[in-house]
């Protein structure tokens, strides 16, 4: 997926989703076509699938163009998002059909009701069950990061202790440095808590 810049929502969609889902790029489709057709007798029961299709454009698209784009497809709850660079951008769908294949097809012919999507080229499309899409969608976009506080409390040492970490050679790099101080991510300063030397003598420190 291209790093995003502006996004714009027409109504609420299917959130992310996955393992069972395909993806396809300039490379090809991968990923698992089988499981989720249900078929009861000679009935055929479809799924509802979060369908993304990243863009690139040789002109610029402003944001009343990026809504044009979803009010074309606003019967299948459309968002849609611009590239940093407006150069491009991505459209997300939630569409039925009994399989991931069934909806790539659907998008396929789609694309043909835009005059966007037809003057750009199509980097990558990526086919998510909707409730896996849900679940993704809940999941947060960072990481938990916590301050000297919260790092002397993990490790069952001095606030003021905490803050000499940093000095130590294998201890965890900040991810954001605020105005407040540096923030770390939990998961690396748990681990590195768990096999941090607890014996006598002092760390090796990093070199200045």
């Known amino acids: 997926m291209m790093q995003m810049h502006t996004t714009h929502t027409l109504q609420s969609t299917a959130e992310r989703r996955s ?15 089988t499981n989720h057709i249900e078929r009861s007798g000679n009935e055929v029961h479809t799924h509802d699938w979060q369908v993304t299709v990243d863009f690139k454009s040789e002109e610029r698209i402003d944001e009343e163009r ?18 940093a660079d407006g150069l491009g951008g991505s459209l997300t ?21 835009s005059d966007i999507l037809q003057e750009s ?21 960072y990481p938990q990061v ?10 069952h040492v001095s606030r003021q202790r905490a ?14 440095e605020t105005a407040q101080g540096k923030l770390y991510a939990k ?22």
Do not use: C
């Open 146 to 155: 916590v301050g000297y506080a919260e790092i002397a409390k993990l490790a």
């Open 93 to 113: 769908l939630t569409l039925s059909a009994g399989s991931p294949l069934e909806a790539l097809t659907e998008i396929y012919v789609l694309q043909h009701e």
């Open 19 to 33: 393992s069972n889902g395909v993806e396809m790029s300039d490379n090809g489709v991968r990923g698992d076509d």
């Open 187 to 208: 998961d690396a300063v748990l681990a590195w808590v768990s096999t941090r030397n607890t014996h006598a003598g002092r760390p090796k420190r990093a070199h200045a």
């Open 163 to 176: 803050a000499q970490f940093s000095k130590i050679l294998d201890f965890p790099k900040p991810v954001i």
């Open 121 to 141: 080229q199509v980097i990558g499309v990526e086919v998510l069950d909707w409730q896996e899409a849900r679940h993704r969608n809940r999941e947060p976009l």
């Open 66 to 83: 990026l809504f044009e784009l979803m009010e074309t497809y606003n019967a299948f709850g459309a968002s849609a998002a611009l590239a």
